[in-house]
């Protein structure tokens, strides 16, 4: 580089960079499930919600309750997540909690004693030292709607983050002009001491009006993962 400054591991992976920031740590929350409904008629999975402020904030969840994301979107003042259980069975009941991470572009600490703060080129920090940061311990690909997986990382203290849910949205008739019954079937994640495991869970189901040919169907046939370490957060 012409100028600038990098902080290089013993695996030559750069740690810090004057180009991007590092993703800090800023709150912990304790969410609790709710009833709440979907684009069409039909029973869901109990869902939480969040919405923060920030730059570009990713969270990362941990809950003994199989789940999935279900949103993640900027709204007005911040940005709104979304998590859901599955519906019924061994989902998540009204009054269940799950566990958010929130992390996101450093805050300038002030405080004593030394310390480091690196400047991107728009004068903004993308790292100070006396923040606590993000530490990915774990990333994976797994392949279908539905995966499953058991996935051990040794005992700790974990969180996942589901960059890219897998699903699986579908409808079906009982003839040419009922109406629609619909599913929607997902890998859930359910967190634990030494990681996570992977399953297939119905996330809601129902009826809509009919509307044409051909079936309405969505899906997405990957799911990415990623495990942090939060311990102490």
Request: aromatic fraction near 12%.
């Amino acid at each position: 580089m012409p100028a600038g400054f990098e902080f290089v591991n013993n695996n030559q992976n750069i740690i810090i960079d004057e180009k991007f920031f590092n993703y800090a740590f800023i709150s912990k929350h304790t969410l609790t499930f709710q009833q709440a409904g979907g684009p069409v008629t039909g029973g869901f999975g109990r869902q939480a919600f969040l919405t923060v402020a920030g730059d570009r904030p990713i969270v990362a969840a941990r809950c003994s309750k199989p789940f999935t994301v279900s949103r993640a979107r900027p709204v007005a003042g911040g940005w709104e997540f979304g998590w859901i259980s599955v519906n019924g069975g061994p989902g998540a009941v009204i009054g269940d909690t799950i566990e958010v991470f929130v992390f996101d572009r450093p805050p300038a600490r002030s405080g004593p004693g030394f310390g480091l703060q690196v400047f991107g080129a728009d004068g903004r920090v993308v790292f100070d030292s006396q923040n606590r940061y993000m530490k990915v311990v774990d990333a994976r690909t797994l392949q279908g709607a539905t995966p499953s997986a058991n996935v051990n990382l040794g005992p700790g203290s974990y969180a996942q983050i589901i960059t890219l849910p897998g699903f699986r949205w579908t409808g079906t008739q009982a003839s040419p002009t009922a109406d629609w019954q619909w599913a929607c079937f997902a890998g859930v994640v359910t967190s634990n001491g030494n990681g996570y495991t992977v399953a297939q869970g119905t996330t809601g189901e129902g009826t809509y009006a009919f509307f044409g040919m051909p079936a309405p169907r969505a899906e997405s046939a990957q799911m990415h993962i990623m495990t942090v370490d939060v311990t102490g957060y």
